[in-house]
């Protein structure tokens, strides 16, 4: 039966939510490093949360998370900056040394998983959301300019692909593509949602110039490729941890890692694939 206030509630956070995601890449740079800089510390520190709570991990949520925030923000200055330089980074090398020494100290029953547990986070969060910078950054990469295009491509692709791969999914889905480990997604949805995400790729060509057609079309193809397996990849984890979802923060959506498990798989793909097409038109 339908629940009108619950469907009201993930409304109105939704709307929120995407009114706080598009002022935040749209008005400027810095609102762009402020609202990003807290939905990284805000996913690390839910992803080390469900870790403590569910396997029982012996290891910091605070210092992960500023280690995580130090290599967003490191990424920032070091992509909008035209001499490139590694000293913003300095504060991540020594949280990652940090974070070896320690186990010296803290006698842990078991340092190694410690350990595994903290670089999980780092490799799974921290550097796939760094790269955002790149995204912010990366079409003039000599000057330093900022422009939202590929962030505002992500962000628009992703909702439209997952909008309209559950509408299609929803009426058509007969075959499921990973059903022991998401029960309800389904080979229609995904091409519904990724014919519908190419669509607004050939749009979004019309306005914004960083790439041809084609690659724009590209763009589409590897978010929505990526961005399946990486929503296929946190139900792998929220099953493994036998959680319904990674958190509360987002009433009626759950949490920060429900809301962005397909955008994280995304980035370091899009990165990959933009160097290569840069490649190739510029060099």
């Not at 569910?54 to 001499?83: C, D, M, W």
């Not at 990652?96 to 320690?102: M, N, P, R």
């Not at 080979?187 to 084609?214: C, D, K, R």
């Not at 890692?257 to 510029?282: G, M, Q, T, W």
Request: glycine share 10%.
């Amino acid at each position: 039966m339908l629940n009108i206030k619950n469907l009201g509630v993930r409304i109105a956070t939704g709307i929120v939510f995407i009114a706080v995601l598009m002022g935040g890449i749209l008005y400027n740079q810095y609102s762009f490093l402020i609202v990003f800089s807290l939905i990284t510390a805000l996913a690390l520190y839910e992803f080390y949360g469900l870790l403590c709570k569910t396997q029982n991990a012996e290891l910091s949520r605070i210092l992960n998370t500023l280690g995580g925030l130090f290599l967003f923000i490191g990424g920032y200055f070091f992509f909008s900056s035209t001499e490139k330089s590694l000293i913003t980074l300095v504060p991540y090398g020594i949280y990652v040394l940090s974070l070896f020494i320690s186990e010296l100290y803290l006698k842990r029953t078991n340092p190694i998983q410690s350990l595994a547990y903290a670089v999980l986070g780092q490799i799974y969060l921290a550097i796939p959301l760094s790269l955002l910078s790149y995204l912010a950054f990366g079409y003039d990469m000599d000057n330093g300019g900022y422009h939202y295009a590929f962030l505002l491509a992500l962000l628009v692709f992703i909702w439209v692909n997952d909008s309209f791969a559950y509408l299609t999914g929803s009426l058509f889905g007969k075959h499921r593509m990973f059903e022991r480990i998401s029960p309800k997604k389904s080979w229609e949805g995904f091409f519904g949602g990724a014919i519908f995400s190419i669509g607004a790729s050939v749009i979004f060509a019309n306005y914004f110039t960083q790439l041809p057609l084609w690659g724009w079309i590209g763009f589409a193809l590897v978010m929505i490729t990526f961005g399946t397996l990486g929503d296929l990849i946190e139900s792998l984890f929220k099953r493994t941890l036998n959680v319904k979802d990674s958190g509360n923060i987002l009433p009626g959506h759950g949490g920060i890692l429900d809301r962005f498990d397909s955008v994280i798989f995304s980035i370091p793909a899009l990165f990959i694939y933009i160097e290569i097409v840069s490649f190739f038109i510029y060099k």
